[in-house]
């Protein structure tokens, strides 16, 4: 039978089990200076089967060179004949076979069934299941209170300690909520690409949230991640694909609040295209979705994030209206701007209303600025100069880290806007203070070219 030779050697000091090896494995790992170092059963299997397209990472081929005193490509190598040479052929009438080989035979199929059977218990422990879903639920309903820069890095950690967990169990019942905590990491992930302005990156965190729900079948986070691939690509200034992305979210039928959610994105999608009518109708099938709602999902149980509230709806259906406005205000007389306008302050009164009256631990100063700024847009629109400027009073005071680019790309729809507004003294001033307050932000924050 052919073997590596990593499964020769293995075989020949005890360590073809999974446990043993992993033991020796790291405390090799250890003495060589690397630390615990990690290595999952799939991953061991393929390295005794020889099945890589590429040579492991190099301190793990150290760590087995070191081992078994080999180069790592002869341990990935099959090795030669076994035994005297001669190759067992398995057909529907089996050759004699010596007794010798038969006692090999026995013992190796033996060491696998120890195998199998180690891997068929694993597991998490109870309270690293517990611990992770309590971090990741943290995470998720703090969210929208903390900048972008503090929490990114916490998810990538989050993230990659559930994926590592996943290979330490085979219970299917772990599987499904190790990859149900994997797509909500995933889908912060994109929230947080797209606050600090890598819409590309969203796009494919959005994806990867979208195949871990897939695989579970889990309705209400396939749907949210279909809806942060719509969003990423319209704030990529890709609004067909967004629109696509939208259908395909629809696809799954949702209903109550994750319905209203989709709705609210297709007028996003559909306003950065310059269609009234298809906007108009999605907002209206948004009031609609939630007046429909007869509860909640496992996903708004989570809350933060994940609770699509009355105040991120009126403000998607502001920012909706205003983007149509900003594309076809060139078609409408001024009988139909002064109405859209309105139209707008109403959503926005409505948000702002709603965000105030949340406890002061739910408030997000982030979401509340973007409202003010499109409040703000508006009243520049109907030449309204001292309202504007008393909204962005509290917009202007947002701290730097929260700055985001949602935050920022409104901002600049209103600095276009007050270049057509007449160059008057308090036009100078307060075009002034936006810029200082654009050039401090979190965007502004990253590296050049990102």
Known sequence: MEQTVLRQLAHARGLLAYRQFLRAYQEEGVRLGFGSMWLGPRQWKRWLAGDLRTAPYPNACAVLESMFHRPVT???????????????????????????????????????????????????????????HDDVVEL?????????????????????????????????????????????????????????????????????AWSYANSIDNVPLAVWARGM??????????????????????????????????????????????????????IHAAMEARSADRGGDELQEIGGVFDWDAVREQRGFSSALLQLLLVRRGEFDPAAVHDFTGRILDHTRAALAD???????????????????EAATAFV???????????????????????????????????EQLGHAQQTQQVRALNSQLMAFMDASTVRALPAGT
């Open 74 to 132: 002869e341990l990935l190598a099959l090795a030669t004949s076994t035994g005297d040479g001669q190759r067992v052929a398995v057909g529907v009438i089996a050759a004699p076979v010596k007794p010798r080989k038969i006692y090999e035979m026995m013992m190796e199929a033996a060491d696998q069934s120890r195998e199998a059977a180690e891997e068929a218990e694993l597991q998490v422990g109870p309270a690293t299941m517990e611990q992770l």
């Open 140 to 208: 998720a309903r703090t969210y929208l209170q903390r900048s972008p820069m503090e929490v990114f890095p916490l998810l990538v950690a989050k993230r990659a300690q559930i994926l590592a967990r996943r290979n330490e169990t085979a219970r299917p019942g772990q599987l499904q909520d190790l990859n149900f905590m994997a797509g909500v990491a995933s889908v912060l992930l994109a929230e947080a690409s797209i606050d600090l302005g890598q819409t590309r990156d969203a796009v494919d965190h959005a994806r990867a």
């Open 229 to 282: 691939m719509a969003t990423s690509a319209y704030w990529s200034g890709r609004a067909r694909e967004a629109v696509t992305a939208i259908t395909r979210a629809e696809q799954h039928r949702p209903v109550g609040i994750a319905a209203a959610r989709v709705y609210s994105i297709a007028a996003r999608a559909y306003s950065h295209l310059g269609d009234t009518d298809r906007t108009v109708a999605a």
């Open 355 to 373: 965000a105030r009256a949340l406890p002061t631990d739910q408030r997000s100063a982030t979401v509340e600025a973007t409202i003010g700024i």
């Open 381 to 415: 629109i109907l030449g309204d100069l001292a309202n504007a400027h008393d909204t962005l009073a509290a917009v202007l005071e947002l701290p730097e880290n929260m700055r985001t680019f949602p935050v920022v790309y409104r901002l600049k729809c209103l600095h």
